[in-house]
T-cell receptor, first 114, second 113 residues
């Protein structure tokens, strides 16, 4: 029962480097999300994909890009990392388009930008 | 806009103590309300939810009642255990939208023997 799988779990980058966080879900969910978690700020939505082939900006999209590769996979790319992007990143998925609010989360990816 | 305000932590309790974590919200209409829990080193998982006024969500001994008149959704448990130590997040989904949750900042609970 894998659920939502994120890779890598830990990454250290230098300012200006690029990287991609990978996310895959095996629950046949339509919607997928990327959040960042920062101390004292809770979780903030970066981007989401309501269905395969669509993506939309969330609350804090600047400095990020996403790709919904297929129904299972949703990647988050940092083109030129900045120290302000040091955070824990969570991928999540949900199975309905209605307001049930039940998201299934991955274990998180801890990113440090020096 | 929509927002969720939680009491600041950490909350430290002895085992078997009564727990209350306060949560109030700002939203138009009748949002759906949720409590998520994050155990150390893990992602968030849904603890309970309520979708209309006066509903009570419950799970694993935790309860929360949707109070429209006070715009609150406080989390309670009668007797906490060490295994309840985690970070608890209150969240809402505005009425009529897809599952784009707005989270509170989280409240860390530490339960000691």
């Amino acid at each position: 029962n894998a659920g939502v799988t994120q890779t890598p779990k830990f990454q250290v980058l230098k300012t200006g480097q690029s990287m991609t966080l990978q996310c895959a879900q095996d629950m046949n969910h339509n919607s997928m999300y990327w959040y960042r978690q920062d101390p004292g700020m809770g979780l903030r939505l970066i981007y989401y994909s309501a269905s395969e082939g669509t993506t939309d900006k969330g609350e804090v999209p600047n400095g990020y890009n996403v790709s919904r590769l297929n129904k299972r996979e949703f990647s988050l790319r940092l083109e030129s990392a900045a120290p302000s992007q040091t955070s824990v990143y969570f991928c999540a998925s949900s199975g309905t388009s209605g307001p049930t609010g039940e998201l299934f989360f991955g274990e998180g990816s801890r990113l440090t930008v020096l | 806009g929509n927002s969720v305000t939680q009491m600041e932590g950490p909350v430290t309790l002895s085992e078997e103590a009564f727990l209350t974590i306060n949560c109030t919200y700002t939203a138009t209409g009748y949002p759906s309300l949720f409590w998520y829990v994050q155990y150390p080193g893990e992602g968030l998982q849904l603890l309970l939810k309520a979708t209309k006024a006066d509903d009570k969500g419950s799970n694993k001994g935790f309860e929360a009642t949707y109070r429209k008149e006070t715009t609150s959704f406080h989390l309670e448990k009668g007797s906490v255990q060490v295994s309840d130590s985690a970070v608890y997040f209150c969240a809402l989904v505005p009425a009529g939208t897809a599952s784009k949750l707005t989270f509170g900042t989280g409240t860390r609970l530490q339960v000691t023997l």
